[in-house]
């Protein structure tokens, strides 16, 4: 990983998972993925993770062939954004399958240019935690790795903490995303990070606890030997959408000095950023129209043409509609259409 990138991810990035954007025949937009990436930009995101669940796992279908050129495209463009700003951008890959995928997706992303594969555990369940760590290490040995703890509602599984031990023990493991939703399995993660014996950064993937997870800091004592992890950043799929504003707030959390007492409002922004988020990951339906309902918000900003997906299945579910136009009512200091609106009048491709 190039060292500046890695400094980043290391202090702590603010990093949205990428959506598809297709036209209205299902086919790749590149121009409009162009566009999309460069809102992101736009909006001061640290970097982006290209191939994740927002992107579409169905890319990698040899039918649709899309892994290496949405690949290819969005490393492109974040490389020209370098090259303007003089601003590193952290590009993560999501890498899945079993191990000789895993192995081979990234060695594309690293001849491609991008810094860290965030190494999913989507559908996997077949494979016993020895045979993932040894993915793990597999991967690692091709390029640097942020760890994926994956709730089972969307495809992932639960591992025991002694999994966790193990993967943090490999030398290439830079960071964890925690995607648990859940708060037990969160603290096996940071308590796995905490002994560790190589610096590893832990990240919020917890869509449904955003703001609780940046502002928490674990503390694990054993044999009189104290040891504190901080969510150092996040990588979220909840982040592709309203991101001006989720960035100045997570901005705000990583100015607040050590130590200081948090004032409750805090807490009442975690709440409201939750809410939000059940509308537009779909909770009410296990999180069905989670990707879809990303799409419907960049479509009322302009910032998508429609909400097609892959698959044509793949729609929001019932009243998830009248769920975004909820929380667009109720909470309008967290929207960003303003900000959109202005780089679709400023952006010149």
């Known amino acids: 990983m190039r060292s500046e990138a890695e400094k980043l991810l290391m202090d702590g990035a603010f990093l949205p998972a990428m959506p598809l954007v297709l036209d209205e025949n299902r086919r790749f937009d ?4 162009r566009r999309l990436i460069r809102y992101y930009l736009h909006c001061g995101v640290d970097g982006i993770a290209v191939g994740v669940h927002s992107t579409q796992f169905a890319i990698r279908d040899p039918k649709i062939n899309l892994f290496e050129r949405v690949l290819s495209t969005a490393i492109s463009e974040m490389k020209a954004w370098q090259e ?10 999501g890498v899945c399958g079993e191990t000789n995928q895993a192995v081979a997706e990234a060695r594309l992303a690293a001849g491609l240019g991008y810094d860290a594969a965030l190494l999913s555990p989507g559908g996997l369940a077949h494979l016993s935690e020895d045979d993932m760590v040894e993915r793990t290490r597999a991967v690692a040995e091709v390029m640097d790795v942020i760890g994926f703890y994956l709730q089972p509602a969307v495809g992932g599984r639960i591992f025991s903490y002694d999994y966790w031990e193990r993967v943090c023990a490999i030398p290439g493991v830079k960071a964890v995303k925690c995607a648990a939703f859940n ?9 796995a990070i905490a002994f560790a014996d190589h610096e590893i950064a832990l990240y919020t993937g917890n869509d449904d606890n955003i703001v609780a997870d940046l502002l928490t800091r674990y503390a694990f004592e054993v044999k009189g030997e104290k040891r504190v992890v901080a969510t150092r950043g996040g990588l979220l799929g909840h982040w592709a959408a309203w991101t001006g504003t989720a960035v100045k707030i997570f901005r705000a959390i990583k100015a607040l000095p050590e130590g200081a007492p948090l004032s409750p409002e805090w807490l009442t922004l975690a709440a409201q950023i939750t809410d939000v988020n059940s509308a537009f990951f779909d909770a009410a339906h ?11 918000v960049l479509r009322r900003q302009g910032l998508m043409a429609g909400i097609w997906c892959l698959d044509p299945k793949e729609t929001l579910s019932p009243g998830q509609k009248e769920e975004i136009d909820r929380v667009y009512r109720m909470y309008p200091e967290l929207c960003d259409d303003a900000l959109a609106a202005d780089f679709l009048r400023q952006d010149r491709g």
């Open 286 to 296: 296990q999180f069905a129209g989670c990707i879809v309902g990303i799409h419907e």
């Open 30 to 33: 590149e121009a409009g993925q």
């Open 84 to 93: 303007r700003t003089g601003r590193t951008v952290l590009a993560v890959a």
């Open 183 to 191: 708060r037990y399995f969160t603290v096996d993660v940071a308590r």
